[in-house]
């Protein structure tokens, strides 16, 4: 499977599963956009050495994705969008009558209403080069519910109506739009709360892991962001041509529970 000459743009992608989606398509011979909301060297850096692994044209532009100028601009920036990557998003956990009305707001911006400004961008673009992919990194929590997530939970159900609309606009185009719907995936942050719940819980590595962490995900291992990044490979592959508006889950099986 080869994606050269394509040009990619992910949001959120100096870290985490954005990092690993983007070192995925990168593998796949495509050039990338790394994105987040800091300008730090160690940003440019990244992207700078990531193009040098794969031998691909990588960089970093800084974009606010609570922003819908900057989600704009980040693909007008870019230049040319073939493959769109919605993957910037954040978290918060309280009840409903709890929870912070900024930090709703602030979810609902990066997790959702991104993905329709930097959409609405690339699609020119797409229909120009005669060829697109959306992916939109959704997640379990697109398809069903936990307490205390409120934001998160509205946001990527929105994220999941919003590719399914996206798709129905697009259909009769050589233009595909899907959504990704991960389970727990080991990312540095998921990472860094081991040693803290494993303390908590007065339990060792393995078992915090089965019995707390993943207590929703059948299989008891976490997906992994190279796992997420191939199947955003497999999505813009000849073979994914005809799939469009739907979810692909990558969960152990939380979602056949
Ligand atoms: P992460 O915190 O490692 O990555 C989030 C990325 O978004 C970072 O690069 C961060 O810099 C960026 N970001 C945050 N706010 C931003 C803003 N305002 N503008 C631009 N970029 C911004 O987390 P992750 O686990 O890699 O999450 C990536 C995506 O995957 C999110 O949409 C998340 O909801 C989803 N997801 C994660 C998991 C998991 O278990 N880790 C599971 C399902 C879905």
Redesign the pocket.
């Known amino acids: 499977m080869s994606l050269k000459g394509k040009i990619a743009i992910i ?10 989606v983007a070192r995925e398509l990168a593998r796949a011979g495509a050039d990338v956009v790394l ?4 300008d730090r060297d160690e940003d440019h850096a990244l992207a700078a050495a990531l193009g040098k692994e794969f031998s691909v044209n990588a960089r970093y532009i800084k ?5 819908g100028a ?1 989600c704009r601009a980040l693909v007008e920036q870019a230049g040319r969008c073939d493959i769109l990557v ?6 918060h956990v309280a009840a409903v009558d709890e929870f912070p009305p900024e930090k709703w707001d ?1 979810i609902l ?3 959702l209403s ?1 993905a329709f400004h930097t959409t609405a961008a690339a699609l020119p673009m797409m229909r120009k080069a005669g060829w697109g992919r959306v992916v939109n ?5 697109g398809l069903t519910a936990s307490p205390f997530k409120s934001a ?1 939970v509205a946001a ?1 159900h929105g994220v999941v109506g919003l590719t399914k609309t996206v798709a129905l606009e697009t259909a009769e185009e050589p233009i595909t739009c899907n959504a990704i ?10 990472e860094a709360q081991i040693p803290d719940q494993m303390k908590v819980h007065d339990m060792d590595r393995e078992t915090v892991i089965r019995e707390v962490m993943l207590t929703r995900q059948p299989s008891k291992e ?2 992994t ?1 190279e796992q ?1 990044g191939g199947t955003a490979v497999f999505l813009c592959s000849d073979a994914a041509a005809q799939i469009t508006g739907t979810t692909i889950s990558v ?1 152990g099986g939380w979602t056949a529970l």
Request: aromatic share 8%; glycine share 12%.
């Open positions: 949001t959120g992608s100096n870290s985490g599963i954005g990092l690993g994105n987040s909301f800091t974009a606010d994705m609570s922003k900057e919605n993957n910037a998003g954040i978290q602030a911006a990066i997790n991104s990194v959704a997640s379990a929590h998160y990527k719907c991960p389970g727990y995936v080991l990312t540095p942050l998921v976490f997906a962001v997420i969960d």
